[in-house]
């Protein structure tokens, strides 16, 4: 019969190998870089995969870059003196219109006019 101490034993080294399992495959899933048995870095299969995915980090890179830049400039409206808040305004509009920006407003095109 089996003493408490051996099963014990044998429950801890369960669990161990369990969450061994559990950390690998997350980091197979998220794309940290896994190690073989002897600690070296086991490189990804597939390139065209993981060129893909670096493509995708720089996108979301990019795109919360820009979500920080209108996060400061709405916290700079939200802190600002409302006259200097209104002088930006003023001074935004009298600038030139951006060529990539298009007024889709109705009566906004020339043709309207």
Do not use: C
Not at 23 to 34: A, I
Not at 35 to 64: C, F, I, M, T, Y
Not at 76 to 91: F, G, K, M
């Amino acid at each position: 019969m089996p003493t408490p101490l051996i099963i014990g034993a044998f429950i801890i080294a369960a669990l161990a190998i369990i969450g061994w399992v559990i950390t690998e495959t997350l980091k197979v899933k998220h794309g940290y870089p896994v190690e073989d048995s002897w600690g070296r870095k086991v490189e990804p299969r597939d390139p065209a995969k993981l060129a893909r995915l670096q493509e995708e980090n720089a996108a979301l890179r990019d795109q919360l870059d820009a979500v920080y830049d209108r996060l400061e400039t709405l916290e700079r409206i939200v802190t600002d003196r409302p006259s200097r808040l209104a002088e930006e305004i003023d001074n935004l509009k009298s600038l030139p219109p951006r060529p990539d920006k298009v007024d889709r407003r109705p009566g906004s095109s020339k043709e309207d006019k």
